[in-house]
Nanobody, 126 residues
Framework: QVQLVESGGGSVQAGGSLRLSCAVSGPTYDVYWMGWFRQAPGKEREGVATVFTVSDTTYYSDSVKGRFAISRDKDFLYLQMNSLKPEDTAMYYC?????????????????????WGQGTQVTVSS
């Protein structure tokens, strides 16, 4: 099955940048969605950025649009994070999903993603 391993998290001051990486292994021929989610303490997991691999269409949450950029190559998914804010502090998860037939409720429906990494912590100080 698909395995995802994140790296690149750390601590940074507000206004700084980080680049997260997700190493992807296993059978990805039927992976349609690859994205990044985050979860801060006491909050629900939220989608940050995702890509529909069939067309390479990207989607971003309003909170990161213009600051974050998702990209991918053969074996990696990346999240370039610029102009970081303290509210970006969270555990960041890489996720992948197969073809979704459950009805459309947006690109960040967690049910669409059957594979998850273990997470990498991002801490932004003011």
């Amino acid at each position: 099955q698909v395995q995802l391993v994140e790296s690149g998290g750390g601590s940074v001051q507000a206004g700084g940048s980080l680049r997260l990486s997700c190493a992807v292994s296993g059978p990805t021929y039927d992976v349609y969605w690859m994205g990044w989610f985050r979860q801060a303490p006491g909050k629900e997991r939220e989608g940050v950025a995702t890509v529909f691999t069939v067309s390479d269409t990207t989607y971003y949450s309003d909170s990161v649009k213009g600051r974050f950029a998702i990209s991918r190559d053969k074996d990696f998914l990346y999240l370039q994070m610029n102009s970081l804010k303290p509210e970006d502090t969270a555990m960041y998860y890489c996720a992948a999903g197969q073809r979704w037939t459950g009805g459309w409720s947006g690109p960040f429906n967690p049910a669409m993603y059957g594979y998850w990494g273990q997470g990498t912590q991002v801490t932004v100080s003011s």
